[in-house]
């Protein structure tokens, strides 16, 4: 009747050694659990890990300046507006909704910015906005919009599916009529226009790592001393090790790959240095994270994916929720509009077209989150984000046609959701005894 | 009037819509003026419905050529006159008028103002140039580069041009074509000396991967005379612009729509080829604002105040 | 065992009644049940045990009658407010977020906030800065975890591998215990378990059935509804039937056997329906 899978088994006599046991783990015994885990469905990021390496093989071998370092901070920069709106996507997938707006919406916290900012320049009332109240409104709109989808879903009970696709339709004008028939609007404020391309002197891409890697690691230090004083088991020392040696190597390749000068041609002036659009990705990365696993909002938001009813009876306002959670979305988009138009250092009418939902559904989906709710990682964002830049990057490399570009994309998007669905598949494998 | 979509170019809502409103108004006659939104089988249900309505003439920009003609056909059968607008139904029987802009000669502007920036800069052979064509599904976009390729292909025959990258971008996605541009940047290690891009947001691309890139400014094309393009233009960014005079092509359109409504003659309006003009630093003037299409207002904002007569 | 029946019952009702529309779901019903027992609530469908669970657990009021809690009159209005007594209803359906951990699913709604004085008193609303700090504080997952471990310890729940594993990957019987284990957390005083062996092979039915009495043995009052009499007659201490809105008998359950119990849930003692006498 049951799997042969020892994590299912009931075995009739009560043995009590597990859950009392206090000894310490040991690290094969860590590993084992963590195999385990792969298993029955909790594939993680192994999945993207592996699919990086064979788009790094294929892309390298077809075009030598894929695994430059110049291509590879190109990469960094052209991903983080696709991680940032993908950010908001997680928490939206986690709920077991769906936002087809964010293309839109992250076009009306660009445009916005764009134009309160020309705005401030002609119109003598508006002369008092710059960059640090300008990009502040467009994120209250962004996420008033997100408030408005949540209520409207929440309060008359209709699928996001529909709302958020009247959205798309209804910001999308919004956003024609704001960029009006100037068909363009340039970007004039320094801020904002160099947003994307700033970066930090080249001392601070290793302060900012170290001090990455150093805060994850003092964490699980003080996680497992504290569960080793409260007589739980705590993950093994050699365990912790290992990871910060793997972080410590991979982030110094990283600091010494932004620390290259990745300047084109003798003319161009040196370029090396951490982008400042990545330190803000990690940013939005460690913050969000911390909302989604730490705090009972995040608990909350699982819940409600995870199921409903069970949220509803455990005296959780699965409604605020939901709306919260459309909130995060909207917010997420305006920050990713506002890269975007800062990379672009204009807004036009097209803004927020094109491939972009793919592109951030996809991304979040390719990153482990479910499109059935419930089950996703924060950063599974920004992996995800990763994978989809670098084919677009790499395809544009190749000076393929558009119409390889289309199958490409097409494949690789079709790849994330046959993932999810197997992955899926193996956890009721292993969840329904 | 039956208009396309508003997601292909911005024109037709906000341009075409309020120069034929103008015209149609002036002429003092009954008009509807209705959006298909990208769908041919939209279309085909609104030309049904004006036909119900007791349309006369029907204006029509086709979404593809095989439903432009079957909007053709109906209308044909049902004795109304009908005009194809901008776009040319290829397939069918063909319409009674078409009036538009060349598209292939928007594309030698857009060559021919490229050589000449390329000759201006002073740049010596090899010129290497990359090419940003419009959306691959966009039939206008394959006449804009049957157009420029005309001019251009004699330069790279000569070998004074080497084409280091020629790629289409999706849908014009601006942002696409950022990453495009970066990507050819990145394989040419940053020696592109000019390029050719289809319209203004292409153009806009390019800008700003050069300015990411902490790169000089290179001659580069464009088209629609935005408000971006000309301020960019102006900065000596961008080498050119080709300004449509859709107010010219709609008010053609409209005098033909409304001749043929009151039953005149209709050859006198039959003059050909409307308006398209290079537009660059030096005739900004003469041109866009001359025309009332744009205002200096609306351009000489910030730091591009500079830069303005 | 009479021992336990000296003192007052820890929750009783009074002749309560409830009326939907047109249908008499529920008729003067007396129903007790006191610390330490295990009293099954038994009848055919529609006979109003959920009418009776669902009144006790604040889902809805009674249309007349008295709910004592403790010797005192007591009025639920919601869930919360039965929580806030003491009373747990461990449902049918579980009620567990399958991607959650045990230990999520089993503090789930009150989670313990670093910096914020923790509470048994769970479900009391804080308003503004504070819920909003609750809200955004690290929860306290060590505290929580070790609560869970005790708890289930207690209770002698020691199939389970790690309480970290999503709740997806236990078996129908773990899920059970952890539900009920969830219902034990919170000092609560009554637990009510709907029909909590339903849908479980034989070893687990055993494994909860084991669980339930020791509920009883930690001087918790425990009302269990079932379809099985085979598991009443195993588990319960007294046995209330109830039929067609009505209470049949309540019997002691080394006082009676199946057979009665089963003439009482079909036919009823038609003596004690008033009206139904002939």
Redesign the interface.
Known sequence: MSAPNDITQDSGAPTSALLASQEPQTPFEYVGAALRRIRSGEIGALPIILGLVIIGIIFQSLNQNFLTPRNLVNITIQMAGYATIAYGMVFILLLGEIDLSVGYVSAVGGVMTAILLRDSLTNPALSWMDWWNVIPIALAITTAIGFLHGTLITTFQLPSFIVTLAGLLAWNGVVLMIVGDGGTVNIQNPVVRNLASEVLPPIWSWIVIFAFVALLTVMEFATASARRKAGLRPKPVQIILAQTVIMGVVGAFLAYLFNINRALGPTAPPQQGMPVIAVIMLVFLIVLTYLAERTRFGRYIYAVGGNKEAARRAGIRVERIRVLGFMVSGFMAGVGGIVLASRLKSVATDTGGGNLLLYVIAAAVIGGTSLFGGRGKVYSAILGALVVSSVENGMGLLNVSSGVKFVVTGLVLLAAVVIDAISRRSQQRSGLR | MLLPD??S??RW???DRRFFEGAFEAAGVEYTIVNAEGSAQTQLTQAEQAITNGAKVILMVNLDSASGAAIIELARANGVAIIDYDRLTIEGPGADFYVSFDNESVGRLQGEGLVAAVEAAGLEAPVNVAVLNGS?TDNNATLFKNGYESVITAQFDSGAWVRV????V???????A???F??????A???IDAAVAAN??LA??V??AL??????FIPVTGQ??????I??ILAGRQSMTVYKAIKAEAEAAAALAVALLKGEDTASLVTGAVNKVSVTKDNIAETVIADGFRTW??IC????AQYCP | MSGIYNGKPLLETKSVSKRFGAVQALTTVDFDVYPGEVVALVGDNGAGKSTLIKGIAGIYGFDEGRVLFDGKEVHIHSPREAAQLGIEVVYQDLALADNLDVVANMFLGREWNQGIPTSNDAHTAPSGLRRLLRNLLPITEIDMEKRAVGTLNELAVTTLRSVRLPVASLSGGQRQSVAIAKAVLWNSRVVILDEPTAALGVAQTRQVLNLVRRLAEKQLAVVIISHNLHDIFEVADRITVLRLGHKVHTYMRSETDQQEVVHAITAGQLSTVPGMAS
């Open positions: 508003s997601a170019s911005a809502e906000a341009d691959p990258a020629d790629q289409s999706p849908d014009w996605d601006n942002q696409q950022l990453v495009i970066e990507q050819m940047l990145t394989d290690a940053g020696d203004d947001g806009g691309s800008i700003a300015q990411n890139q902490g790169l000089p629609d005379a935005t408000v971006g393009g301020q960019n207002e609306e904002v910030g730091e591009f």
